[in-house]
């Protein structure tokens, strides 16, 4: 395809969203599927574009787009870093897309559906625009469109609890925007106009002193969009509160905006990352890999959860790549490269992932009326398809083989065993740590995905709704399942895929066609499925030829004889309860028994009921502290009664004047 | 055969006459004729537990340097995959336990899951000791480059860290003394047990087995690091593969009885005290690849 | 002030004496629950009835509700009769008080209102007899499952025996944690191993157990029922078949109460065959306790292969001695039925001594490993004041700090000649009944070496005549005190009331299992020692 095509592909790709909004907005019955259609064919359009450009060598640059006047001083190309990213976004909005065909016409009482319709569009115009921008003005525009539109679309469904998550995230996306903004001020020196390549250059004349400030802001203001710990609280607020297809948009396109966000910075901006810096944002991802998972080990709602897993997956990106700057400055340039395609692959991969089971929740929830696991159950039974398209997104996304996340970590392991020897001391004892920590994180991924496939579909159903739930539609099982099949492929065809991405630039590929290498070892991914394969299969055959298969019978499941009731499952609480007691010294549980006697003169014959407390730490005595201060401090400027409203305001406030004092 | 032979072993050290240690194969035999019930409360779990549970041992068996090395599989034997694969199979165990919705599944599944999730770094970090004593990857490797010079844990006296977290992760793998009591009947302290509580026939059969097969996968493992001669490679003739059957057997013997006599000697430790096992595991591993650092630069 | 004056001036009762240590009393229905309240509750009267009461402020600690029962006396009196029986530790007295309820109207205010210990004695009233107890706070069937149809009362007289009953389903609602993430762990009635049928619930959010609930009576037989019109001899057989391992005891209980009813007298030396078989029973019931904790239980596997196969050894002594497995069969009313030789009394003396020795050697070598120890202690604490409240009684009191034995307080047999030590133990944990069962085993040895070093002499059997009334007999065996009331009515039974140890002990799991992990559960249950057969009767 020429240059020409693609770029009329792209630019159709990136402005179509903008027309899908305008259609949403028109007052016709059938603008919602309409505009829908809009954005999964650009946004199909735009994954073609992104993938010819990926594997391409010249980056594809849109000179007509800077000469519309609204897009005044802005420039947009695609090269083939960037165009990995936008893959991945148009990829994920046009199941998104498809899905919320179906789904918002389900759900006319909770949401307005063209409101969301809007909204959505925009968010990925702002995501694509982030993408494509190539100087600072154009980033930060649409960096602020996307961020501000997910403020509006958590607003949507207009309850109470969506208030209070929407100004958490308001806050936070506030001062990450914020810090963002001043540290790019800082290493551009106010050249907003000018393009990445040329900054690149001029960041290496900088003083000490700004570019530890403009770092510092950099990997909070990233970081805090990427939900990493401790910076991770509106993450599980907002995505409980989403509609469903912006919650697989959330955690499959818009955090990777940040990661994005992140290697155009400090891979190809800065010249050279000093060591606090790296260590900051290694322990940063050690720290919300642990966190992420213990906390969806733990948490019994189903998208906040699922949160927590996106939050880990972070986890374990901002590691690898921490990792990789780290071996980069020791001159291991091997574990670098390797530990940067494995946290490139971690993210196709759990965009894959995680969108598909935040698309599947949406089922789930609908059919159980509930977030919660344990008003869930039985599901398998109900909705077998689906059942089976999530079984392999939970095996993908435990990170077990043949399945991509698998090939992410098998690649990061690998390298980082084959570079142990050759490494100093300080990398040695880093590697050991990650070893450590990533294979315990990926052994507790295992435990909250097992505990997720298991309460939501497995057993009887815990409440009537789920009991009488119906298989869903087509509309809905293709794009879950298209999305399990994505997730199966890439982790078959993952060297292919590497290879194909491989000289984006960031390191040179060492990625063959057909097997993976690194570190001393080899995978062939293929191999491995086809084997696995071929044993169970021979199992069966075997099994058939030995043992008289018919002669099976069903029965209920032995009750010991009493009669079983979907309240003597094991319940999502009960099931974490090893993990809650062997970390309760971080976790800090609370199981609150209330006893009450029936009768006032007789004690003992009592009525018992029990509730979990999950400590959201970081919340309590990080937050809530700084909230405090903060009303305090309002309270005082303002000298009105503390409100909260007015605290939040006077938040934004200071953060403003604070981020115009540390630009200028 | 293995389990079989543990039972054995333990009978005749606690005093007792004991099963013939072949009793299981008769069990599976058994079992294989019966009627397959299965529980109406469950889904399509419940079918496919069987084979992927089985089918992962027997991958596991098939690719791990137990009786050859060598062969067209060596190069799935990669100690990341082969750590996966028993984590797979422990995945599907629990969700099977899970899908007949007895109360016992969802215990045992729990305290099985909790096991296999925790002790993942300890496998992983056991298996890089040995890939930094041979600089190889895949076990195979591990196993195949000392067959000529004696076992590895003899070439590197300071593996033997590595070997006793092995050890240990094998008794947890194999829901054996002290986490969970393989002969128990009281339904709530049980592990293994509960995991395969509402199976029967041939699918009880193909748990069981797989079980067992697991022991002797790590049996055998665990004996080759020791000593691996003779073994079988891709040149062997007729007398070798008689006497690699003969050095099999003697090895699984000898292992049989170092964990009978564990298992009569120690008692079962309370759920929440596995921690303290799990620790010290864990740190015997990390041991374990710190001093194979260290032989190297020494 | 003793407790008839009390009884008398304070609370204004008309008081029958029968025997020394039983005084009877009659009030009307209304008064009934309060006063059993005012008794056992102890409001105010504490330095009036005893200095010597614990005064640390408990409740309960005033009078023992033993047992509550009803009477269907219709033919007799044209009523029914509801009788609770108290006892007081300071005087050990018993007391019987009665109240009589109209046909037409079968209430009355509820004593588990303020009394815990009458909880499932007015439920298996309600359950037996159709009499309400009114404002019981849990006022669920007891003994009637599902299948038992509304309306039928087992124990009124004009229900027959073998009547065949139709099927109902009538819901046996079980109690359970409200919250989100409970889980009820179903438990039994069938079991894997070998296990009396009883269904327990164990709700859990993980391992910790948050509340226990039990359902028993799946094997209700109706004894006191089938016992009714039976003369002495059919009645025997029946007792001595309630519970295999307490056939001796049972036996004993109900020859006391017929020989208390109709003052017979027993030699010396069949009272020393009675304290020395129920001395053997007790060893045999502890030995075999004993293994189960320390060995099924907690896992600790040679304290239950020596535990067993030293049990079977006592098991077959009594083979030996009796022709039976079970010490059943020696005790009638006047005497015992064969006297032993002295060659015999030898045997025992040395056998049993052996035998004790080697348990108590394993015992010793077992608690000095610390991980046995450590699955002992601190589980399954019974509190004194849930002890007292609850009415518990045996093992379970004593070592909860509950100072009760029926042996010493109410000498029976050959108690009065060798009196036991009764040891007690505060903790009330699974580690104070395993080791009371241990000392109470090194004084069961030293008594069985005393009686059968001088047993006595006498005739070993002596006639005894029934006699019209009623009566009580009251023994303790290494799991608590069994009380047995007759009424006779022309040499035939014409109620029996057995209140088995089991009975009242069983619904104290549900107040030591809590906050212990599930995998104690066993623990908690075995160290309790109870039976089903005992309390479906």
Redesign the interface.
């Known amino acids: 395809m020429t240059m020409q095509a693609l770029a009329i592909m792209l630019l159709a790709s990136f402005l179509g969203m903008a027309l899908a909004a305008v259609v949403a907005s028109l007052p016709n019955r059938h603008a919602h599927r309409l505009s829908n259609l809009i954005v999964a064919v650009c946004a199909l359009m735009g994954a073609v574009v992104g993938i010819f450009i990926a594997t391409a060598t010249e980056p594809l640059i849109l000179p007509s787009a800077s000469l519309w006047p609204v897009f005044y001083g802005m420039n947009f190309s695609l090269d083939r870093f960037s165009a990995i990213f936008y893959t991945l976004v148009s990829g994920i909005s046009f199941f998104a897309a498809a899905y919320a065909i179906p789904y918002l016409e389900q759900q006319p009482d909770n949401y307005n559906i063209r409101n969301v319709n809007i909204l959505t569009a925009v968010f990925i115009f702002g995501m694509q625009g982030v993408i494509l921008s190539t100087n600072i003005f154009g980033f930060m525009t649409f960096w602020e469109i996307m961020s501000i539109t997910l403020f509006f679309l958590i607003l949507a469904d207009g309850k109470a609890v969506s208030r209070k998550a929407g100004f958490l995230y308001l806050i936070l996306a506030h001062l990450s925007t914020s810090a963002i903004m001043a540290g790019l001020f800082l290493l551009s020196g106010g050249a907003l106009l000018n393009n990445f390549s040329v900054l690149a250059q001029m960041t290496a004349d900088l003083p000490q002193v700004s570019l530890f400030v403009a770092i510092g802001l950099l990997i909070f203001g990233f970081g805090c969009k990427a939900g990493l710990v401790p910076f991770h609280v509106w993450l599980p607020e907002v995505h409980s509160q989403v509609p469903t297809q912006v919650s697989a948009l959330l955690s499959g396109a818009m955090l990777n905006i940040a990661v994005y966000g992140f290697l155009r910075v400090f891979l190809f901006l800065l010249p050279g990352v000093p060591m606090w810096a790296v260590f900051t944002v290694f322990f940063l991802g050690l720290l919300s890999a642990v966190v992420g998972v213990l906390y969806s080990v733990l948490e019994?709602d189903i998208t906040r959860l699922l949160a927590y897993t996106s939050i880990q997956n972070f986890g374990i990106m901002f590691t690898m790549l921490g990792l990789a700057l780290l071996a980069g400055q020791e001159g291991n340039l091997v574990l670098a490269q390797a530990a940067v395609y494995a946290a490139i692959f971690l993210m196709l991969a759990q965009a894959v992932c995680q969108s598909g089971l935040f698309l599947a929740s949406g089922v789930l929830v609908a059919a159980a009326r509930s977030r919660?696991l344990?008003a869930m159950g039985?599901l398998?039974?109900r909705m077998?398809q689906l059942?089976?398209g999530v079984?392999m997104l939970i095996?993908g996304a435990?990170?077990?083989?043949p399945f991509a996340p698998?090939i992410a970590?098998?690649i990061f392991?690998?390298a980082m065993?084959?570079g142990?020897?050759e490494s100093s001391l300080r990398l040695?004892i880093m590697i050991?740590v990650t070893?450590?920590?990533i294979?315990?994180v990926?052994?507790?991924a295992?435990?909250a995905m097992?505990k997720l496939?298991?309460m939501a579909?497995?057993?009887?159903a815990r409440s009537e709704p789920a009991a009488a739930a119906m298989q869903p539609g087509l509309e809905f099982l293709l794009p879950i399942t298209s999305l399990s099949g994505l997730g199966l492929m890439l982790g078959l065809f993952a060297p292919q895929v590497l290879n194909g991405i491989g000289a984006v630039g960031i390191a040179p590929a060492n990625f063959s066609q057909q097997i993976l290498v690194t570190?001393?070892?080899?995978?062939?991914p293929m191999?491995?499925a086809l084997?696995?394969l071929v044993?169970?299969f021979g199992?069966?055959l075997i099994?058939g030829l030995?043992?008289d298969?018919k002669?099976?019978?069903?029965?209920?499941?032995?009750?010991?004889?009493?009669p079983?009731?979907?309240?003597?499952?094991?319940?999502?609480?009960?099931?974490?309860?090893?993990?809650?007691?062997?970390f309760s010294f971080f976790l800090r549980t609370k199981?609150l028994?209330n006893v009450t006697?029936?009768?006032t003169?007789?004690r003992?014959?009592v009525?018992?009921?029990?509730?979990?407390l999950i400590n959201q730490v970081w919340y309590d005595r990080l937050y809530v502290p700084i909230g405090a201060g903060f009303t305090r401090l309002a309270s005082l400027v303002v000298r009105l009664q503390s409100g909260n409203l007015q605290a939040y305001i006077s938040l934004i406030l200071l953060a403003t004047v604070l981020t115009l004092m540390i630009a200028l | 055969m293995s389990v079989g032979g543990v039972r054995w072993f333990k009978a005749r050290l606690q005093g007792r006459h004991g099963a013939v240690p072949w009793l299981p194969y008769i069990t599976y035999a058994n079992l294989l004729k019966k009627e397959n019930v299965i529980s109406s409360t469950g889904s399509w779990m419940l079918h496919v537990t069987p084979y992927a549970v089985l089918g992962s041992n027997i991958f596991l068996a098939l690719v791990l340097p137990l009786v050859s090395v060598g062969g067209s599989l060596t190069a799935l034997s990669n100690f990341i995959v082969v750590a996966a694969v028993l984590l797979l199979s422990s995945t599907f165990l629990v969700m099977g336990a899970f899908d007949a919705g007895s109360a016992f599944g969802g215990l045992g599944g729990s305290r099985a899951i909790t096991l296999a999730a925790l002790f993942e770094p300890t496998i992983i970090l056991t298996f890089i000791a040995l890939v930094l004593a041979t600089g190889s990857s895949t076990l195979d490797g591990v196993i195949s480059g000392q067959v000529m010079v004696g076992g590895l844990l003899i070439q590197a006296p300071y593996l033997v860290l590595s070997w006793f977290a092995l050890m240990l992760t094998a008794l947890a793998e194999t829901a054996r003394y002290p986490v969970d009591e393989p002969g128990t009947q009281l339904e709530l302290t049980m592990m293994h047990e509960a995991t395969v509580f509402d199976y029967s026939g041939p699918y009880l059969a193909m748990l069981e087995y797989a079980s067992a097969l697991k022991l002797t996968v790590f049996v055998l493992l665990l004996a080759n690091l020791i000593l691996p001669w003779p073994i079988l490679v891709a040149t062997s003739s007729g007398l070798t593969v008689f006497s690699v059957i003969l050095a099999t057997l003697l090895k699984l013997l000898v292992v049989m009885f170092v964990i009978a006599l564990l298992e009569s000697s120690i008692a079962r430790v309370r759920l929440y005290r596995i921690q303290e096992f799990l620790t010290s595991a864990f740190f015997m591993a990390l041991g374990g690849v710190s001093l194979a650092l260290l032989s190297r630069l020494i | 002030m003793s407790l008839k004056e009390f009884l008398g001036n304070v609370l204004g009762l008309h008081i029958q004496a029968d025997r020394s240590d039983l005084v009877f009393a009659s009030v009307p229905r209304e008064k009934f629950a309060d006063i059993i309240d005012e008794l056992v509750n102890v409001r105010g009267l504490t330095t009036q009835l005893s200095m010597s009461l614990d005064v640390s402020g408990l409740v309960g600690v005033g009078l023992a509700l033993a047992h509550l029962y009803a009477t269907d006396d219709r033919t007799s009196a044209g009523s029914y009769g509801v009788h609770a029986l108290l006892h007081d530790d300071t005087s050990q007295t018993w007391f019987l008080l009665s109240t009589r309820l109209q046909p037409e109207d079968l209430s009355y205010p509820s004593v588990t209102r303020r009394v815990m210990a009458a909880h499932w004695f007015e439920r298996f009233i309600q359950d037996m007899f159709g009499i309400e107890a009114v404002g019981h706070p849990d006022p669920r069937r007891l003994v009637h499952h599902e299948n038992v149809p509304e309306g039928h009362f087992p124990l009124r007289k004009d229900f027959m025996w073998n009547a065949k009953m139709e099927t109902a389903d009538i819901a046996y609602p079980m109690p359970f944690v409200i919250g989100e993430g409970v889980v009820e762990i179903p438990l039994g009635p069938v079991y894997g191993g070998i296990s009396e049928p009883a269904h327990f619930r164990l709700n859990v959010a993980g391992e910790r157990m948050i509340a226990l609930e039990s359902k028993f009576f799946f094997t209700h037989k109706g004894v006191e029922k089938l016992l009714e019109g039976k003369n002495l001899p059919e009645a025997l057989t029946l007792v001595e078949h309630i519970c295999g391992d307490s056939a001796a005891s049972h036996a004993l209980a109900f020859a006391q109460a017929i020989e208390n009813l109709a003052a017979c007298k027993v030699s010396i030396r069949a009272q020393s065959l009675r304290s020395l078989v129920n001395e053997l029973e007790r060893v045999t019931m502890h030995i075999s306790d004993l293994a189960t904790i320390g060995g099924l239980g907690a896992g600790y596997t040679l304290l239950s292969s020596q535990g067993f196969r030293l049990k079977e050894q006592v098991v077959r002594l009594s083979d030996e001695l009796l022709g039976n497995r079970f010490w059943r069969g020696l005790i009638v009313p006047g005497g015992v039925s064969r006297d032993f030789q002295a060659n015999e009394f030898q045997k025992i003396s040395i056998v049993m001594g052996e035998i004790i020795d080697e348990m108590l050697d394993v015992v010793s070598l077992a608690i000095q490993s610390d991980g046995l120890r450590d699955r002992l202690e601190n589980i399954g604490i019974l509190s004194k004041e849930a002890g007292l409240a609850y009415g518990a009684v045996g093992i379970a009191a004593r070592a909860s700090g509950i100072d009760r034995d029926v042996r010493r307080d109410h000498p029976y047999a050959a108690y009065g000649r060798f009196l036991p030590t009764v040891p007690i133990k505060v903790t009330g944990d699974v580690y104070a009944r395993f080791m009371l069962r241990v000392d109470e085993l090194k004084d069961s040895q030293r008594l069985i070496q005393e009686l059968c070093k001088n047993p006595g002499e006498g005739a070993h059997l002596m006639p005894c005549e029934p006699k019209d009334g009623r009566d009580l007999g009251a023994v303790e065996n290494g799991r608590g005190e069994i009380l047995h009331l007759v009424y006779l009515k022309s040499g035939r039974i014409e109620r029996y009331v057995i209140r088995d140890p089991s009975f009242c002990n069983w619904p104290l799991l549900g107040e030591i299992a809590p906050g212990n992990i599930v995998s104690d559960f066993p623990l908690c249950s075995q160290s309790l020692g109870l039976s089903c057969a005992g309390t479906d009767l």
């Open positions: 019994r919660r344990e039985g398998a039974k077998p059942s089976v079984f095996l435990a990170f077990l083989p698998f970590d098998w392991v690998q065993v084959g142990l020897e040695k050991l070893v450590s920590t294979t315990f990926t052994g507790l295992v435990f097992v496939y298991a579909f497995l057993a009887q570190g001393g070892g080899s995978l062939v191999d491995l084997f696995m044993v169970v199992l069966w099994r030995i043992s298969v002669l099976t019978r069903e029965y209920q499941t032995w009750d010991g004889g009493q079983l009731t979907p309240r003597m499952e094991f319940t999502s609480t009960a099931f974490s309860a090893p993990i809650r007691f062997l199981k028994v006697p029936v009768t003169h007789n003992w014959i009525a018992r009921s029990m509730t979990l």
